[in-house]
């Protein structure tokens, strides 16, 4: 396309492409014949094979290039061959939300049947499954792991696939290491663990049993608990890989340029972009507008789609819609669109090779999202989402050297970079005391889970023995939420101001309650003003919430005040689903009619581990954590941003050119040794106070 980019040494693969290049795309009756779209795909040959190790291992490890039909189709055979009959579930796992539903969407239509009824899904606040009619499931990791609570063996699962297993999320870790130790009580059972870049090696010996099933007379006692590896040979269609000739210094600069020279250079076809994170994504977008309009070209032929998890569902699914006529859509997107999900227009990836990552500190006790290079598997995924139904071009903005030699072939997983909190809870509700002896199939380190433990002894979760506390521990971990905000929660319920805290909660479930990409950085900040509270964003959004019901719940007051108007419809439904469940605990559902004190003594309860001092020494906003003395700031978004109370707590923390905290609200430090009196004894409040 230019001087800049160098093919890929890779071979070009044999396409099959004896009708014309083109699998499905844009046939007028949309999917005329799915059987035969169906048996296209390069896993239908492994049809029986797969069959049949399943019928005779206790798990099988199936590794099989990007679209070769892995997660649409095995739960499809599995039903075809009786592993739903008599009632009982075919489960298959993902690690991302999005990906569940748009699988769940295409194998009920690729069925026939309505979604929620045969095929169904199920995610966090969302259940879209009909008992006793869903046969195949899809889910998150994280949802079956809350299922367990119910049910520890599992027992309506006849299978369970955990699907893109590379991905090594915390949920899939401790899934896989609770699926190995159901699979003795049940051998019943069987696990499919899928995914097209997974070392099958290391999961296969994570696998080997301790113990043969086989007795010395030979008598068989169920089936092999080896685990069967198969490897699904054959993939969709040819995606050229092209190279930079010299490093970007400027990911995102270099990513406009390059999608703009597509558009420019390239045939028609849509485009899928990856980047890090919503403010990346919202720069792309302006970049490419400004661009386009100095170039003296004409931008409209571009549909210019964002793809994040904090949009609300309306927003993502115009990723999944027909391109226009004459248009080419270009999807901005942060690694959620990275596995599992087709794009069906898409012909060109752009790949920048960079994600936003968790990374956690023990010693500090920070845990932030940083901005840092993907894996070899995670690229390989990337790619992945081109040549599905046609053959692609994917643009990698990093040289083939780099990927050659430096790229990591996969991620550190993801326990072994994060805050152990929400992991340790779950475990405890589930009964596993000794969690530095679990088997995990990658352990985490014992400085996070001692800091875990401390956190989790000073909310009240864990006692001296470090069992979930009753009741307290056990009511905490009922909630799908984090156990800090589980525990804000619990306490408003004794501080009068349950209604409060319970929207607040709702709110912080979905990310942002903003637009974003409409108008000026300026006209949103001025929106935003209208709601600010002195106390901090919290109590912000408790305003927001209060216009909004009395605005009647209408989209012209959402549109006018640059609101959400989806997202605030999901902090409802989250809203009343919450409120249930605090009321099934026994939670006194009071409003504190706007006492912002008893709202910020509920938070403090929670989030307590997350107070910083203003470091008076400094006139640039600098912050100090109690915890560790790292330095941070408050984000420009924060209604707090510049007005620096002395004391603050925040509930998430981003890093780019300083670490920032999200979501501030302002505090007294008296309330932090009553809220934590364990917790912040060593600290020397006292003498940080006087
Ligand atoms: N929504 C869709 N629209 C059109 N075609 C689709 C759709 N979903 C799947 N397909 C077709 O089915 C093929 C198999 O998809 P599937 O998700 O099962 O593959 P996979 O092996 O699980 O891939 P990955 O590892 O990337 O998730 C795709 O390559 C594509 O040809």
Redesign the pocket.
């Known amino acids: 396309m230019s001087q800049f980019w160098k093919p890929g040494t890779e071979k070009p693969r044999l396409v099959d492409d004896e009708e014309g290049g083109v699998?499905?795309f844009n046939s007028p009756s949309g999917?005329a014949n799915i059987e035969r779209?169906?048996q296209r795909?390069?896993?239908f040959r492994y049809r029986t094979a797969i069959l049949y190790l399943v019928e005779t291992h206790a798990t099988t490890i199936v590794v099989?290039?990007?679209?070769?039909?892995?997660?649409?189709?095995?739960p499809q055979y599995l039903k075809e061959a009786g592993w739903a009959d008599g009632g009982r579930v075919i489960a298959c796992t993902q690690p991302r939300r999005l990906?569940v539903q748009?699988?769940a969407?295409?194998v009920a239509?690729?069925m026939g049947v309505k979604l929620g009824e045969e095929v169904g899904y199920t995610i966090r606040f969302e259940d879209v499954t009909t008992q006793g009619v869903t046969m195949i499931k899809f889910l998150t990791d994280g949802v079956l792991l809350r299922e367990m609570m119910d049910d520890p063996l599992l027992t309506k699962y006849s299978v369970i696939m955990v699907?893109?297993a590379h991905e090594r999320s915390i949920a899939t870790d401790i899934l896989l290491g609770l699926l190995k130790k159901i699979q003795r009580r049940r051998p019943d059972l069987r696990l499919i663990i899928?995914?097209?870049?997974i070392q099958a090696k290391s999961m296969s010996e994570f696998f080997q049993p301790r113990k043969s099933r086989r007795r010395p007379d030979g008598e068989d006692l169920g089936p092999n608990t080896e685990p069967a590896v198969l490897s699904?040979e054959g993939r969709?269609?040819n995606v050229q890989i092209h190279y930079v000739e010299e490093p970007v210094s400027d990911y995102l600069r270099a990513t406009v340029s390059t999608l703009l020279l597509i558009h420019d250079q390239e045939p028609m076809g849509d485009i899928l972009v990856f980047l890090t994170g919503q403010d990346d994504i919202d720069a792309a977008v302006q970049l490419i507008t400004e661009e386009a309009q100095n170039r003296g070209k004409n931008s409209s032929g571009l549909m210019l789609v964002p793809l994040y998890s904090g949009l609300p569902r309306a927003e993502q699914e115009l990723v999944?819609t027909p391109t226009p006529r004459g248009k080419r859509k270009v999807v901005i997107s942060t690694n959620i669109a990275e596995?599992?999900?087709?794009?069906?227009g898409v012909v060109y990836v752009v790949d920048s090779g960079f994600s936003k990552q968790r990374f956690y500190n023990p010693i500090t006790d920070i845990e932030n999202l940083v901005v840092a290079p993907i894996s070899k598997a995670s690229a390989r995924?990337r790619t992945?989402?081109a040549?599905?139904?046609r053959p692609g071009k994917c643009y990698r903005l990093y040289t083939e050297e780099y990927f050659a030699k430096e790229m990591s072939d996969e991620g550190i997983p993801e326990i072994q970079r994060s805050n152990l909190v929400s992991c340790v809870i779950q475990l405890k509700a589930l009964g596993i005391d000794n969690i530095l002896g679990f088997d995990w199939p990658a352990s985490p380190s014992s400085e996070a889970m001692v800091r875990a433990l401390e956190v989790l002894y000073s909310l009240g979760v864990l006692d001296d023995d470090a069992k979930l506390t009753s009741p307290t521990g056990f009511q905490i971990a009922e909630f799908p939420l984090e156990p800090m905000i589980a525990k804000m929660i619990l306490s408003s319920g004794e501080l009068g101001c349950s209604e409060e805290i319970i929207t607040i909660a709702a709110v912080l479930s979905i990310q942002t309650i903003w637009v974003s990409g409409r108008g000026s950085q300026k006209e949103l900040d001025e929106a935003k003003l209208n709601f600010a509270a002195a106390e901090g964003d919290h109590v912000s959004f408790l305003n927001v919430y209060k216009g909004f019901l009395q605005s009647g719940k209408s989209p012209q007051w959402c549109h006018k005040n640059f609101v959400n108007y989806q997202a605030m419809k999901k902090v409802i439904e989250i809203r009343g689903q919450l409120r249930r469940t605090a009321q099934r605990l026994g939670v006194v559902l009071k409003s504190c009619e706007r006492d912002t004190v008893v709202v910020r003594k509920a938070i403090t309860s929670g989030f307590f581990a997350n107070a910083c001092r203003l470091d008076a020494s400094s006139h640039d906003g600098k912050y100090k954590t109690i915890r560790g003395s790292q330095e941070v700031y408050i984000h420009p978004s924060s209604v707090l941003f510049r007005v620096n109370p002395k004391w603050v707590l925040y509930h998430s923390l981003v890093s780019t050119d300083k670490q920032y905290m999200r979501n501030v609200i302002s505090i007294d430090p008296s309330w932090l040794t009553e809220a934590a009196p364990h917790f912040y004894q060593h600290q020397r409040l006292n003498s940080m106070v006087h």
């Open positions: 699998l499905f999917y779209q169906r795909l390069p896993v099989g290039e990007t679209g070769s039909g892995k997660t649409t189709q095995i990906a748009a699988v969407a295409r239509e690729e699907d893109e899928s995914s097209a870049t699904v969709g269609f999944f596995t599992s999900i087709t794009l069906e995924q992945g989402r040549g599905r139904v």
